[in-house]
């Protein structure tokens, strides 16, 4: 809009010259050919009568100072015009400007008013909300988490042994299955021969010794095999004491 003003007050300066131009043009033509005139009529009048030339001439300078002051009180006339005219567009234009600056400062009142109208309304919905907090709810103690303890790994043969162990070198380990298979051997030939109307069938298959590492050392882990899969009798502690 600015621009728009200053193009539009540029054009009518510009046609405001051009008028003054063409006006002061003509205002030159009309006083050269009132010269030519006065003068045309000097020369006539010099030759019809020269005894009148005083006269004349006298008469043709009060005409020309008159026509001089006319103009010239013309010329004064059209200049307070001018300056009136080029007045009243430079009121406009301070009125303009001023209309400008009043929008402009109520646009900007008005976005400071929303502005602060939108700050102050989440404040007020804030201090509204407020009430509408709940207490906070009391911590449960969670349980502490122990550590399980790590099983023990005792060897290749764990599924055997269950990390359990009967003696401290291996070779005790063989000679206390072979006490353990003989001794058991004589017990059941001794029963059969006793009762040959109701045998018995021989349960214990060998023994076996296993490896269990401990913290110690390796120990080692004697196994009765027995037919069948499981022994009927604990035959360690009957004939081992374990």
Known sequence: MREKNKVLIKRKKMLFILILIVVVAIIGLFTILRTNKSNNKIVSNDSVDKVDINIEDE??????????????????????????????KKESNKDNNVKVNTNTNSKTNSTN??????????????VQEQPKQEQPKPVEPQPVQTETPKPKTCGIYQSITNCKY????????????????????NDWMDYNDANP????????????CYSVDTDNGVKWYLLVVCYGGSCSKNYKSIYLGK
């Open 59 to 88: 008469s043709d300078s009060t005409i020309l100072e008159e026509e001089t002051k006319i103009e010239t009180e013309k010329t004064k006339e059209e200049k307070s015009q001018t300056t009136q005219s080029t007045e009243t």
């Open 113 to 126: 008013q929303q502005t602060t109208t939108k700050q102050e309304q989440p404040k007020q919905e804030q």
């Open 197 to 208: 109307n109701n045998p018995i069938s021989r349960e214990i298959q060998n023994t076996e």
């Open 166 to 185: 009967d003696y401290d070198s291996s070779s005790a380990c063989y000679s206390a299955g072979d006490k353990l298979t003989e001794m058991y051997l």
